[in-house]
T-cell receptor, first 117, second 114 residues
Framework: DAGVTQSPTHLIKTRGQQVTLRCSPK?????VSWYQQALGQGPQFIFQ???????QRGNFPDRFSGHQFPNYSSELNVNALLLGDSALYLC????????????????FGPGTRLTVL | AQSVSQHNHHVILSEAASLELGCNYS??????LFWYVQYPGQHLQLLLKYFSGDPLVKGIKGFEAEFIKSKFSFNLRKPSVQWSDTAEYFC????????????FGKGTRLSVIA
């Protein structure tokens, strides 16, 4: 049973560029959430996708956008990169179906390490 | 808004010592509580979770946590740590209804020395 996968593993960009990160959820999951983990901090929620729509959003600017595809995979796009966007970007998947015990557990991928120079 | 506080930034223990990592949250409604662990070079893994019922929750690798509602706390414990427990530990909470976002603490780095 494949877990959550993310690509690429590492990425180096310069200020002002744009980046796209990808995530495939765990088999059987239909919901994808994205988090940003800055060095020495806990992950911070960016947004969540379900049924190809953004359902919830954290306190991140519009430069951060996303997409979910019919196969439940997801992309995170960041435009006009800033130095402060350097972080580990985590994707978590979960399921909306089933009981409360299954819907509220999010499983994380290995992350994409983004460095902005 | 929800918030999570982890009291210790870095904890250093000798092997076989007992562990307790503090976690307090701020939220007035029903919550789900989690402890995740991040071993060096690995991704976040779920250690244990609390949704309802018995406030003492047992997780993987001998970890347990106790939910004390009156104290808004969910402390993680292990009676005897091993070198392999060296990792970053994150407490997280989300609201009780549906797939709500996780709010994480800043993490506690545990170093276990021989």
């Amino acid at each position: 049973d494949a877990g959550v996968t993310q690509s690429p593993t590492h990425l180096i960009k310069t200020r002002g560029q744009q980046v796209t990160l990808r995530c495939s959820p765990k088999s059987g999951h239909d919901t994808v959430s994205w988090y940003q983990q800055a060095l020495g901090q806990g992950p911070q929620f960016i947004f969540q996708y379900y049924e190809e729509e953004e359902r919830q959003r954290g306190n991140f600017p519009d430069r951060f956008s996303g997409h979910q595809f019919p196969n439940y995979s997801s992309e995170l796009n960041v435009n006009a990169l800033l130095l402060g966007d350097s972080a580990l970007y985590l994707c978590a998947s979960s399921s909306q179906s089933g009981g409360r015990g299954s819907t509220d557990t999010q499983y994380f991928g290995p992350g994409t390490r983004l460095t902005v120079l | 808004a929800q918030s999570v506080s982890q009291h210790n930034h870095h904890v250093i223990l000798s092997e076989a010592a007992s562990l307790e990592l503090g976690c307090n949250y701020s939220y007035g409604g029903t919550v789900n509580l989690f402890w995740y662990v991040q071993y060096p070079g690995q991704h976040l893994q779920l250690l244990l979770k609390y949704f309802s019922g018995d406030p003492l929750v047992k997780g993987i690798k001998g970890f347990e946590a106790e939910f004390i509602k009156s104290k808004f706390s969910f402390n993680l414990r292990k009676p005897s740590v091993q070198w392999s427990d060296t990792a970053e530990y994150f407490c997280a909470v989300n609201a009780g209804a549906g797939n709500t976002p996780l709010v994480f603490g800043k993490g506690t780095r545990l170093s276990v020395i021989a």
